[in-house]
């Protein structure tokens, strides 16, 4: 049999249980616009029954817990597609700066090598011109300029993803850093039985960007997580976290170094992997290309040049037009410079006589000669532009396809996670409803109490 | 299923999109290009740069042609007066083979043709910008010098080196002829006949023998002047031939990279609409929720 008291205590654990909820309503509207923020809900469970007799009667309503709605699977696709965005961006950033060198059409290094066998042509015309004689040393030096220009370009933009580089290994640094602390903060909530819903959206904000800078693997336990590097370098575990360190090398770059280990080349993903990628791939691979055809070019000059006649009849043994090119072809481009400075030493000559152009058409026909890669200067600098492009196009299809895949993965999280606030507005009206509802009965039961009261027993 | 209560992030893509489309567009019609950058289309970015690489190739073949022609026309329009030399020099010969002639007659006809001498010697010693023409290569010295031990009183110092240079892709054009080549080729020397026929003319014997040789002479020269005449019939046609290819070179540049405008103007209208009706949608997207209906109190 059951009393009045008992139905009180039950008409208020609804009364609990809707301010609860309401709470939570509250909490999530207030956080509508919160980013990484995931929705909470109220997990509202039956009381335990009491059997009285033949009779069970239940007890009212518990807010068992309050939970944040999140779907650790796709949490963990979006940390993977981050990565892998996170990369693309920074690639795709250096190689269209690194674009820019080959894109103008006038001063690359194409219409000067265009230019110089252009004006050795027109010496051709009239081999004894002194003046023409000069526009060929001219034509020569800008060649040898529109090299070095570029190749100085290229360094300097090595240079400056190396110091994006170590920029990024101490925002990594800062992130795990911040990342351990919120794990002890959360196993403390999770020992006393607490819901550390926000500190884990944090946490998983804070993964979210570690995940743009480098490849993170997640190893969820019980109530902390680890973090590595997809080849197994520990970032963070539990409470503790690991430094990675950019650690200057003869090479003038700095290597990602964990724990005394060089791990440069094992990132595969993240800010940090595009980075090195460029730094020590991209670029270089244009500079070497770029040295093959400043060596290549150089060298087959020099072979004409130096079995020529120069205007005063000498034959020109060891006298070359450009410096010779170091042994190897490595820093040709930078290093480029035309030797000779006399226009009568250029020996345009083939037979000893100063009118004879002999030795000026076959320096032209280098033009259509294999200088480098088997391939004419032209056409060889035709397929470092081809490289350069296609790299760049390559890199902006996959960053705008892991742009709209991270889109469209957010999209499914905030179709999880996010806060409506439609469904706000309903569960408010709910839970208010059901709270003055719960009120009146307790007015009832008061009623009632206060009719048991004034009972008189004659 | 849910629906992801947060249009903006999407939207705000979306409006990015239009805006790239937009300015893509306009970049194609402010350059005239399609390929602005060598991502925007490598293969067509390599086509380009051998392009432009032949353009200027075949300005510069026209610019050697332009040179080489001024020095093929001058060196034409004296071997024209080297001949006209010559018939009069013939005409003088006839006239000193007459036997009537007395000594006098003869001395002043020899001296009208030691007059042609001279003006054959500087005709054949013709500089253009510097260069002796029928030097061969030793272009930088007057290759026929007056030389009183030489059976011809003259002789020749220059060399037999010819130059030929590039005007088209494996195209060169011979450009000189050397003196000996020019007046001695098949053994008549113009000069020796000129000096035998002076001679032959003062001395009233033997002027049929020098004649026929001034004849050989003469008609060497004529066939020999071919040369010239078809060099600079060649260059006329490679300058045609240049001109042509720099037209398709033109076309294959605007095929390569150059921008449809039709359908650059078309996506710039395309995007400006998107981008208004984006920017609309984002407008009103703040959304009416269910709170703008919940009763006021």
């Known amino acids: ?458 | 299923m849910r629906v992801n209560p947060n249009p903006v992030p999407d939207m705000l893509a979306a409006l990015s999109e239009t805006q790239q489309q937009q300015q893509t567009a306009e970049l194609q019609i402010a350059t005239g290009k399609r390929v602005n950058s060598p991502s925007d289309d490598p293969a067509a970015a390599a086509v380009l740069v051998q392009n432009q690489d032949q353009t200027a190739e075949a300005d510069q073949f026209l610019q050697s042609a332009g040179s080489i022609q001024g020095q093929l026309q001058t060196v034409d329009s004296t071997l024209s007066t080297v001949t006209t030399l010559l018939n009069r020099a013939i005409s003088l010969g006839v006239e000193g083979g007459n036997g009537t002639l007395n000594s006098d007659d003869r001395a002043a006809i020899a001296t009208e043709l030691s007059g042609i001498q001279t003006q054959l010697l500087s005709a054949a010693n013709l500089s253009y910008q510097g260069n002796y023409v029928f030097a061969g290569t030793a272009s930088q010295t007057a290759p026929y010098v007056l030389d009183p031990s030489s059976a011809s009183g003259v002789s020749y110092v220059g060399n037999l080196g010819k130059n030929s240079v590039t005007l088209g892709t494996d195209y060169k054009l011979a450009t000189n002829l050397p003196g000996p080549q020019m007046f001695a080729a098949s053994g008549t020397d113009m000069f020796q006949a000129m000096h035998d026929l002076i001679t032959a003319v003062q001395s009233g014997t033997g002027v049929d023998a020098a004649m026929s040789e001034l004849s050989a002479a003469y008609a060497s020269i004529s066939s020999q002047r071919v040369f010239y005449g078809n060099a600079l019939n060649q260059l006329n046609s490679q300058q045609t031939y240049l001109n042509t290819q720099k037209v398709q070179l033109a076309q294959q540049e605007t095929n390569a990279g150059g921008a449809d405008l039709a359908a650059a103007s078309t996506n710039l209208a395309a995007a400006q609409t998107a981008q208004q009706a984006t920017l609309a949608a984002v407008a009103r997207a703040e959304p009416m929720s269910l709170f703008d209906y919940l009763p006021q109190y």
């Open chain 1, 1 to 458: 049999m059951s009393n009045l008291n008992a139905t009180m205590a039950t008409a208020l654990s609804g009364l609990l249980a809707d301010q609860g909820a309401l709470e939570t309503t509250t909490n999530n509207v207030a956080n509508s616009s919160t980013p990484g923020y995931s929705r909470e809900c109220p997990v509202l469970v039956p009381g335990d029954p009491v059997v009285e007799g033949p009779l069970t009667f239940g007890t009212g309503v518990v807010l068992q817990q309050v939970e944040s709605v999140r779907d650790g699977i796709l949490e963990s696709r979006i940390q993977q597609e981050t990565q892998q965005q996170g990369k693309q961006d920074a690639l795709l950033a250096a190689l269209q700066q690194t674009q820019v060198n080959f894109s103008s059409s006038s001063g690359d290094i194409g219409s000067a090598i265009s230019s110089f066998f252009n004006s050795i042509n027109q010496l051709s015309t009239n081999p004894s011109d002194l003046s023409l004689r000069q526009g060929v040393l001219t034509a020569a030096g800008n060649l040898a300029t529109a090299f070095n220009q570029t190749a100085a370009n290229l360094e300097t933009q090595r240079t400056n993803l190396d110091l994006n580089v170590t920029q990024t290994v101490s925002q990594i640094n800062q992130l795990t850093q911040q990342i351990a602390q919120l794990n002890g903060q959360i196993s403390d909530l999770t020992n006393v039985g607490q819901n550390a819903g926000t500190f884990i959206d944090q946490r998983t904000q804070l993964i979210d960007q570690l995940s743009s800078l480098v490849d993170v693997s997640v190893i969820q336990s019980d109530k902390s997580i680890t973090l590595t590097t997809s080849n197994g370098t520990a970032l963070v575990a539990g409470e503790q976290a690991f430094q990675l360190a950019a650690q200057p090398t003869a090479a003038s770059v700095s290597d990602v170094v964990a724990n005394g280990q060089d791990i440069t080349a094992q990132l595969t993903g993240g800010k940090l992997a595009g980075l090195i990628q460029a730094r020590d791939q991209e670029i270089p691979g244009v500079l070497a290309n770029l040295d093959s055809l400043a060596s290549g070019l150089a060298d087959a000059v020099n072979q004409v040049q130096t079995t020529g006649y120069d205007l005063n009849g000498n034959l020109a043994t060891g006298v070359n037009l450009f410096a010779p090119p170091p042994a190897g072809g490595v820093g040709a481009a930078a290093s480029m410079s035309v030797a000779l400075t006399d226009p009568t030493k250029l020996a345009v000559s083939s037979d000893g006589s100063p009118g004879s152009n002999g030795n000026a058409e076959a320096m032209y026909a280098i033009n259509n000669q294999a200088v480098a890669g088997n391939q004419t200067p032209t056409d060889y600098y035709s397929g470092i532009v081809f490289g350069i492009g296609n790299s760049v196009a390559n890199a902006t299809a996959e960053d705008n396809a892991s742009t709209l895949v991270l889109q469209q993965l957010n999209d499914q999280r905030g179709s999880i996670s996010g806060v409506s606030l439609n469904e706000e507005a309903a569960n408010l009206v709910q839970y208010q409803e059901a709270y003055n509802a719960a009120a009146k009965v307790v007015t009832t039961i008061s009623d009632m109490m206060q009719t048991v009261i004034n009972m008189k027993t004659t």
